[in-house]
């Protein structure tokens, strides 16, 4: 109880803090609106999505509700009476596994891993026409654990439980999660990126491109180059046509408040010769080590031209943020706080963390991940309007873990990147969403959570959704329409189930964002 008070009590004095510092005049030229104020088709207000990186879901929830002491003999998670079970990895999957290795249990002192192979050609060869036997030898990366003992390629079939990701599973303990979701397309995080707020990775402008390589097939993103509009990219940068929309368009047509907050986005100084901002912030992991806190191809506005905040500009006020002026809805972490503890909160949050906490195999850990999903979650509830909003929790891409399901693919490919069912073949290639090729889907299964007082207790949802099903949700709710010309929205299923708009629950769950374990519920 102390914890929570004092919890109750920092997030307060912060609120506190930011009013006082603030001019009044800095709250002028919104007329007083925040998201409260939009019209919604649902009792969600606010929709926070975090948007993490580079997690299949028996990776992280493939035994689910059943988790196995640590090594140093710890125990976090117990799992509720009547919780339902998933779509997991059964006895005969995690002994007679079809794929060279078989999964086994990545302990918390595990934690850190490298990266797997996550490409869209070796993430289709991997599933093998539907045999899921190949992750080994095209999705595994050989890697050594804390002790310097080589794991091998083998990796790749790793999983951890709810005694790492301790967190998460008490999140789907208390609310509701779905176990038949998938990345949008095969491939990395440029594409399940773009697929969020677009349902459309086809459309790379010619006049655009630079040393893109494979990177782009068929006028489709399919890896991982930085996007063109923004001036702490890379030297491999595309960008996406001007007749193309995002939800950040419509949304700002509508003139509904939204915007996108990442960790490390506000410029660390210009570059003298260039004249180019730079982006070099750092922050620290957990085990001590430093890692660069901006990625800009996480950063999929930046790829249209007409949502890009190039120089990273700051908002001109805080009562400005999710409105539109120079920084064009495209914001650092910090400034969703400044706006939420203002009263300010937009309708729609895209929430993305520094490099260190988003999760990504090698640069982050799940120790890491959950310190940014559990402080930002309390954050949250401490909030007047955390009866109107509801967080979404999604992942990028699969980064190459083992996950034993495959998902339906609607819409096919044949182009030279494409493998699923052969060489240059992800069935015949035909599709009935554009015709547009190198977008082969749907991709891997990864966790899909939602923490609201609008979201079911306890409850496993098994609707087919993507990625794409956030942008439809978001569609929907604020009466948008649909993105159009090929986009994967108008085919995705609903994140609807997850919730119960019929009856608002009175309580809050915070837990310990280095343990994962629930320290305080309450009720209003």
């Known amino acids: 109880m102390i914890r929570k008070h004092l919890r109750w009590l920092t997030a307060g004095v912060l609120a506190c803090n930011l009013t006082l510092m603030t001019p009044f005049s ?16 649902t009792p969600i207000k606010h929709l926070v999505v975090i948007f993490q990186e580079n997690v299949s879901f028996d990776h992280y929830f493939g035994t689910y509700p059943h988790a196995e002491p ?21 006895i005969g999957l995690l002994t007679h596994n079809p794929n060279s290795a078989q999964p086994f249990r990545l ?27 190949k992750f080994v030898e095209f999705a595994g990366t050989a890697c050594t654990d804390a002790n310097e003992v080589s794991l091998g390629k083998g990796i790749v079939m790793g999983y951890y439980d ?3 990701v301790t967190g998460l599973w008490n999140y789907a303990q208390f609310f509701a999660m779905n176990d038949n979701s998938y990345g949008t397309v095969f491939g990395p995080s440029t594409p399940g990126a773009l697929n969020l707020i677009s349902g459309q990775t086809w459309g790379v402008d010619p006049a655009a491109q630079v040393n893109t390589g494979g990177d782009v097939v068929a006028d489709s993103v399919i890896g991982d180059p930085d996007p063109f509009y923004d001036d702490c990219s890379g030297s491999e940068q595309v960008g ?25 986005f506000k410029p660390t100084g210009t570059d003298p010769k260039t004249g180019k901002v730079q982006c070099n912030a750092a922050t620290t992991r957990l085990d001590g080590t430093v890692v660069h806190a901006y990625s800009p191809h996480h950063e999929p506005f930046q790829y249209y031209k007409s949502t890009s905040n190039q120089k990273h500009l700051p908002p001109t006020s805080v009562s400005m943020i999710g409105f539109t002026d120079q920084a064009n809805h495209q914001y650092d972490l910090s400034d969703f706080w400044n706006a939420a503890f203002s009263g300010n909160l937009p309708a729609v949050s895209f929430l993305k963390a520094n490099r260190a906490q988003d999760g990504h ?29 509801a967080v979404v929790i999604a992942w990028d891409d699969s980064d190459g873990w083992y996950d034993h399901q495959m998902g339906p693919i609607v819409n096919q490919s044949a182009t030279a990147a494409d493998a699923l069912s052969g060489p240059g073949m992800c069935g015949t290639g035909t599709n009935a969403l554009g015709g547009f090729q190198a977008r082969c889907g749907y991709g891997p299964r990864l966790p899909l959570q939602v923490v ?8 496993v949802d098994g609707t087919l959704t993507d990625q794409s099903s956030i942008l439809r949700f978001i569609e929907d709710n604020w009466d948008l329409g649909r993105i159009g010309d090929g986009s994967f929205d108008t085919i995705a299923g609903p994140i609807n189930n997850m919730f119960d708009f019929n009856h608002r629950r009175h309580d809050k769950v915070f837990l310990d964002t280095l343990t994962g374990q629930v320290v305080a519920t309450e009720s209003e």
């Open 107 to 133: 302990d918390r002192s595990q934690n850190h891993t490298c990266d797997m192979n996550h490409d869209y050609t070796p993430e289709q060869q991997a599933v093998d026409a539907g045999l899921m036997d």
């Open 26 to 41: 800095a709250f002028a030229g919104n007329n007083g609106k925040d998201g409260d104020d939009f019209k919604s088709d």
């Open 70 to 90: 640590n090594l140093d003999k710890s125990v976090y998670f117990h799992a509720k009476s009547g919780t339902p079970t998933v779509n997991g990895l059964n």
């Open 361 to 389: 195999a090698n640069n982050s850990t799940p120790l890491d991940e959950q310190v940014f999903l559990v402080d930002t979650i309390n954050k949250l509830q401490s909030l007047s309007e955390w009866k109107e909003i």
């Open 162 to 164: 709810g005694n790492v």
């Open 452 to 459: 609201s007082p609008w979201a079911k207790k306890n409850f």
């Open 240 to 264: 996406m046509l001007s007749t193309n929309k995002n939800v950040g368009d419509l949304l700002t047509a509508k003139g509904i408040t939204w915007g996108w907050f990442q960790g490390g």
